[in-house]
């Protein structure tokens, strides 16, 4: 079911992603790790409830935020992915930086997930291709700062699928095995709620280029739209959106994916684990 990816275990169902985000500023839950005591200890928790590998990021990405210093993102990521690591957890690290990588993985993590697709840094393409690591590819047009002016599509699947394809031959092209290769559609990466819709119903195009894909849609604003207060339109707060997301979860193991990235493990561990016995009972 699962395409192996190096390093990683193989598993015969969709994959759960635990999000620790040490920042002070992320969207659903900034502050809550900054400590790394904290933040290692939900990483242990998350592997506890389900979590199948963990994903360590020091940069919030959430629409509008500015960007912290190399330093700063190295001293608040690197002491949670090596007491992690030692504690036999499967670690990604969440950086658009080549060097926060390329520390990362010698801390002992295993993934790098860049949302910019190694984009935002020339350097990332070549620590990948050196490491042979997997690597997440991000669909990715712009900074947060700047990404909502960016969502602009005549047909936002076939151009994520187009972009994420050039993407693939450029990281080719300086080296990344296409082994190493995963992809993520970048939902609420300069993508309104009906382009993220859109996404995830047609994610049959984008498991259609033959590499593993990973669904990030935990809490995201789009979730909140949907479900907004019917007399005050507010959306729905983003520590509520847990049961929508384990229902977005469900529908992208079903449709193939290879992963599912969240921040509330137990109802998505279960969830994929539904499915899975689901299909296995089913026609071969």
Partial sequence: MNNPLPGLPALDRCAVMGVVNVTPDSFSDGGLWLDPQAAVAHGLRLTGLGADLVDVGGESTRPGSQRVTEAEELRRVLPVVRELAAAGVVVSVDTMRARVADQALAAGALLVNDVSGGLADPDMARVV??????????????????????????????????????????????????????????????????????????????????????????????????????????????????????????????????????????????????VAAWQAAGPS
Avoid at 200 to 222: D, E
Avoid at 265 to 273: I, K, L, N, S
């Fill in 129 to 274: 291709a050196d490491s042979g690591a997997p690597f997440v590819v991000m669909h990715w047009r712009g900074q947060s700062a700047d990404m909502d002016a960016l969502a602009v599509y005549g047909d936002v699947v076939r151009e994520v699928v187009a972009e994420l394809s050039v993407r693939i031959e450029a990281l080719l092209a300086a080296g990344v095995k296409e082994e190493q290769l995963v992809l993520d559609p970048g939902l609420g990466f300069a993508k309104t709620s009906e382009h993220n819709w859109a996404l995830l119903g047609g994610l049959g195009a984008l498991t259609g280029l033959g590499r593993p894909v990973l669904v990030a849609a935990s809490r995201k604003r789009f979730l909140g739209t949907l479900l907004a207060n019917p007399e005050t339109g507010q959306p729905r707060p983003a520590r509520q959106r847990d049961d929508a997301t384990a229902a977005v979860s469900v529908l992208a193991a079903r449709a193939g994916a290879w992963a599912v990235r969240v921040h509330d493990v137990a109802g998505t561990a279960d969830a994929v684990r539904v």
